[in-house]
């Protein structure tokens, strides 16, 4: 049997589109498939390769969304490998980052520009996906709206989206963001009310800190919403 080829595999050589594109953005994740450009501040590869090994009981035709998404690295990750994807990010312009990429990946997954708040979760059909990404985002509405808008944004997330893959910022991270004391000692303290299992599958460091920044894998125990 002959090996499905990834589009990782023969990566496409960046234009001049793109990297206008990319002069508009921080360069956080590298550009799935591209080449053409120097290193981005945080590789992703392994982070990629750690949650694909805990999501191999879905099979590869999952349906996945990526909250936060910033250049699209992981929606590309997956959709290279089967999964259905979407990518979710505040900013327009790594939107149109993600979209550039695209267009010259040909990789199937979509992108469009939103926040990860109360009012976009709850319009969320139950069952639309299988697995919700949000790596290094929750600090940032924690310091915003509180801890216990956290909780509920994932009580709200759970009871549509079964599987949650949360990589969570910690206050014993040595750096001088204002973030870092609106965070609780207790990591998993924001799944307060949430009828989930969680389970620790990895630990990276940061562009900002050597300390080991946590990734969880969180399952919904029950039901769907009514």
Aim: include cysteine; hydrophobic fraction near 40%; charge should be negative.
């Amino acid at each position: 049997m002959v090996a499905h080829g990834l589009v990782e595999d023969s990566p496409i050589q960046a234009t001049a589109e793109l990297e206008a594109c990319l002069n508009r953005v921080e360069y956080y994740q590298p550009l799935y498939g591209i080449v053409g450009f120097e290193p981005p501040l945080r590789n992703c590869r392994d982070r990629a390769a750690a949650i694909e090994e805990a999501l191999k009981p879905l099979g590869k035709n999952f349906r996945l969304i990526d909250f936060g998404s910033s250049l699209g690295y992981f929606p590309f990750y997956f959709a290279d490998r089967g999964a259905a994807c979407t990518g979710v990010d505040i900013k327009p312009e790594n939107t149109a980052v993600a979209l550039t990429v695209q267009r010259l990946n040909g990789l199937p997954a979509t992108f469009r520009t939103g926040s990860l708040d109360l009012q976009s979760v709850r319009t969320i059909p139950a069952n639309q996906y299988d697995v919700g990404l949000i790596l290094s985002v929750l600090h940032h509405i924690t310091h915003r709206r509180g801890k216990d808008y956290v909780a509920l944004l994932l009580r709200e997330l759970l009871a549509r989206i079964p599987t949650l893959v949360l990589e969570l910022a910690h206050r014993d991270e040595d750096v001088t963001f204002e973030w870092r004391e609106a965070l609780d000692e207790n990591r998993l303290g924001i799944l307060t009310g949430c009828d989930a299992d969680a389970r620790l599958i990895a630990q990276f460091p940061t562009h900002l800190s050597k300390v080991m920044r946590p990734i969880y894998l969180v399952t919904r125990r029950t039901g769907h919403p009514e």
